[in-house]
């Protein structure tokens, strides 16, 4: 699995450096276990995406009841 199978990269774009959720890493993609949660919506959901952070975001906010529970969770705690 490739590191931008879950692009949250994106959230670095949407909310302000000091609002960066704790546990986050320092390049703002979110925590392993935050891309774990949401590796399998983006194959399933969003692969014609993969490789591209905002529009897996904005899969991801189109799916959004499509999401699993943890992927949904991980949207929520970034402001998402």
């Known amino acids: 699995m490739t590191r931008t199978l879950i692009a949250l990269a994106f959230l670095a774009l949407t909310a ?10 320092p390049d703002g993609r979110g925590t392993s276990a935050d891309e774990r949660a949401c590796a399998r919506d983006a194959r399933t959901l969003c692969r014609r995406q993969l ?4 529009a897996v975001l904005r899969c991801f906010q189109a799916n959004r009841r499509k999401l ?13």
């Open 68 to 80: 699993s529970r943890s992927c949904r969770a991980v949207l929520q705690k970034y402001g998402q």
């Open 51 to 54: 490789g591209n952070d905002m």
């Open 16 to 25: 302000p450096a000091d609002a960066q959720p704790r546990g986050s890493s």
